[in-house]
């Protein structure tokens, strides 16, 4: 079942009665969304409360552009003032150094594959920091929904069962879980109306893992965990347990979530090597507005690995298909099917109609006639 529009969704608003202490503050209590503040309220600076850890409601904040994390006994949804965003289209502006791009050829790089695992592994080497039990529960909710397909993240008996059994097959380090995440559905949020206050919609919310493996040694190598709405991807948090690994994931990500046609990536806080890859600072005000736009225009964007691991090399190594370079491949292959069609009958062809998708979402259909060679563009997904 979907995530039901009653009481915990659109309840009747509850004012809050403290003096803004400045515009920042003031524009921190605008930004949350008056059918959340009955359960979520304003703290200090960039961060907002809540005694609940429901996955409904963390579906709902994602949605609107809030980092959730926690500490004991309570959830602390993040809206930075400033986020530090990296665009993925239509030009990226991702760096690759040269060192990375050799290391890379060591590693591969996953999807859904073992969540439990890489949450060990953030634990192992950050402690509990934000990461507390009742907040994995949540997120591992939604990333069930995100493999299953099913939109549903109420929790009951069933669902404890499914986690028993994920963990189960998680631990067997199996990529049968990779080969189901590009068809998840992941979890319905409900798109609210912000002048009637009404249901309008609903656009899926999914939380992923994702996984470096040594291809040597067949050693998990690093790992972070991170969401989706819309074309907006977020990471939450990672590890790293082999030199260069964290290097290696990172920017294999960055040309996965290419591939896959997410628009932005962001990365939450300020960091210097955030920056040094192509990350830039992007106001709350224009991440918001950002974040509701791509979540109606980008819904369909699913991190995915087609079914397997990847090299991590040849991920970091692959180059969107320009505008540009589409219509001059559709301009050779109409000359060459005319030039072959003029010149002879004789000589059989084989001809071949290959969808090639750009870095802006545009599908072109070229058709090619092919002799000897059964090359084929290489098409983003």
């Not at 309840?11 to 920042?24: C, S």
């Not at 979890?187 to 291809?215: F, K, M």
């Not at 791509?294 to 991920?315: F, H, I, P, T």
Request: charge should be negative; glycine fraction near 6%.
């Amino acid at each position: 079942s979907t995530i039901q529009h009653d009481s915990f969704i659109i309840e009747t608003v509850k004012k809050m009665d403290t003096t803004p202490e400045n515009d920042r503050e003031e524009e921190a209590r605008k930004l949350l969304p008056a059918y959340l503040k009955h359960m979520v309220h304003h703290y200090h600076d960039d961060f907002y409360v809540s005694r609940s850890f429901d996955p409904r409601l963390i579906v709902q904040l994602m949605s609107e552009g809030f980092l959730p994390i926690a500490t004991k006994g309570y959830l602390l949804p993040k809206l930075h003032v400033e986020r530090c965003v990296l665009r993925l289209h239509p030009h990226s502006k991702l760096h690759i150094s040269k060192s990375t791009r050799k290391k890379s050829k060591r590693f591969s790089l996953s999807i859904n594959e073992c969540f439990d695992r890489v949450v060990a592994g953030c634990h192992n080497q950050h402690g509990i920091n934000w990461l507390f039990p009742p907040i994995v529960k949540a997120f591992l909710a939604i990333h069930l929904q995100t493999m299953a397909g099913s939109s549903s993240v109420h929790g009951d008996k069933n669902n404890d069962k499914s986690n028993n059994n994920n963990n189960n097959n998680n631990n067997n380090n199996t990529s049968s879980n990779g080969g189901s995440s590009h068809r998840g559905q992941g979890a319905d949020a409900i798109l609210i109306d912000e002048t009637t206050h009404q249901p309008c919609g609903t656009t899926a919310v999914r939380v992923y893992s994702v996984e470096v493996w040594n291809e040597e040694t067949g050693e998990l190598a690093g790992g972070e965990l991170g969401y989706s709405v819309g074309g907006m991807y977020t990471s939450l948090t990672g590890f790293s347990a082999q030199d260069a690994a964290g290097s290696v994931q990172l920017l294999a990500l960055g040309k996965l979530l290419m591939k896959c046609g997410f628009e932005y990536w962001d990365l939450g806080m300020e960091m210097d090597y955030k920056l040094k890859i192509g990350a830039e600072l992007m106001p709350r005000m224009s991440f918001v507005r950002e974040v509701h736009r791509s979540r109606v225009q980008c819904r369909d964007a699913v991190l995915c690995c087609e079914g397997e691991r990847m090299n991590a090399k040849e991920l970091i190594d692959w180059e969107p298909i320009k505008s540009k370079e589409i219509s001059e491949s559709c301009s050779r292959a109409s000359s060459t099917v005319a030039e072959s069609t003029c010149e002879s009958q004789e000589e059989q062809e084989e001809v071949v109609n290959v969808d090639v998708t750009d870095n802006i979402g545009a599908t072109a259909t070229v058709t090619s006639s092919q002799k000897t060679s059964k090359k084929r563009p290489h098409a983003a997904n």
